[in-house]
């Protein structure tokens, strides 16, 4: 009996010590697994349309708003999200007041109706009154000059408990602390920096070295509550801002990317893709993602002889991270935006035209 006992207390620390070896020795990367994967089709709102590189998309009551650098000379296009009919555009071309030069970043104010997009040439926000655009017109209210460190800045959100949050990525890990550079700041509504965050994702020695590697960003309607997820490597993280301060809630790391040593450096041939575009609405994640695909396939004469194996899927996670569901959508996706249970959407077609459309969710 004694040996029986003696024997079976071994068995049990052996398996303990097997467990935590293999946590230990577990790869922090983890590809996501879907529960779900289903292939949807998109329902076409409009007919070619020349947008240039888009920058961001917005859907609000009946209208949605796509940020991009058409050659007709304004950053803002406005259209009837029923009938894709284009209702107005916004904020000429320039450095001239009411006008932009780089527009990099947005951010929709739900509570007052406003809609606020961060100049990363001119270091202003712009905004946008969209009560402006339900007859027809729309231009600039209100133009500012936070007079904040914005020289590496992508982002300036106004936060709804008064001042703004500044974002930094652009960056060298080397460089961040002795330039006084952090990844977040939360200035109040008196410019007096109240908050900030400087830790990076960890990440192995032959990664991102010296550039976070591209990274989208999403805000929630709140304002206080926002996503980052990079386009090579597919690490995503959650953030928040909760009395006065900066907490990230999570990160994913899915999958390990070859990033260079050098800020020059984009991924190299074996890079897997990540997140192209991201948006998140009531706390569900929507991301544009090339999952399946590396750069290094992408060039390849496999890829080059079935085009179709480059279109976009649409994954959705929960609030917390969890994969939940995978979209297959048959076509390319440039831009995305959520509303009343549809996913709206700057697509290219089969033939090469730009177009909007949505999806059903």
């Not at 097997?18 to 983890?30: F, M």
Request: net charge negative; proline share 4%.
């Amino acid at each position: 009996m004694k040996l029986t006992k003696e024997l079976l207390l071994l068995v049990i620390v052996l398996s303990i010590l097997s467990i935590l070896w293999s946590c230990t020795g577990k790869d922090v990367y983890q590809a996501p697994k879907f529960p779900k994967t289903e292939s949807r089709s998109f329902e076409l709102l409009s007919g070619d349309l020349i947008l240039g590189i888009t920058k961001s998309m917005q859907v609000y009551n009946g209208e949605i708003i796509v940020c991009s650098t058409a050659p007709d000379g304004n950053w803002l296009h406005i259209y009837d999200r029923t009938n894709g009919e284009m209702k107005a555009s916004a904020i000429p071309q320039g450095r001239g007041p009411g006008e932009g030069l780089n527009l990099h970043s947005s951010y929709l104010d739900m509570s007052t109706e406003t809609l606020c997009y961060y100049d990363f040439n001119m270091h202003k926000l712009l905004s946008i009154d969209l009560k402006q655009t339900e007859s027809g017109g729309a231009y600039v209210t209100s133009e500012l000059d936070p007079c904040l460190p914005m020289n590496r800045a992508n982002a300036l959100i106004p936060v709804p408990q008064g001042g703004f949050l500044l974002c930094n990525y652009f960056i060298s890990f080397e460089k961040q602390n002795k330039e006084g550079l952090n990844r977040y700041m939360y200035f109040d509504a008196a410019r007096s920096l109240k908050a900030e965050y400087v830790e990076w994702p960890e990440l192995e020695e032959n990664a991102l070295l010296s550039l976070y590697a591209y990274p989208e960003t999403a805000f929630d309607s709140d304002g206080m509550h926002w996503v980052v997820g990079t386009q090579y490597g597919a690490i995503l993280e959650s953030f928040s801002l909760k009395n006065g301060e900066i907490i990230r809630e999570w990160i994913r790391y899915f999958y390990p990317t070859d990033m260079g040593a050098h800020m020059n450096d984009a991924g190299n041939s074996e890079s897997v893709l990540g997140f192209s575009k991201i948006c998140v609405k009531e706390g569900i994640i929507y991301s544009v993602v090339d999952f399946d695909h590396s750069l290094k396939q992408i060039i390849s004469k496999e890829f080059k002889q079935n085009p179709e194996t480059l279109n976009s899927k649409i994954a959705v996670f929960s609030r917390e991270g969890k994969p939940i569901r995978l979209i297959e959508t048959g076509v390319r996706v440039n831009e995305i935006a959520v509303d009343d249970g549809c996913l709206f959407a700057v697509i290219e077609t089969s033939d090469g035209k730009e177009c909007l459309a949505k999806m059903q969710l």
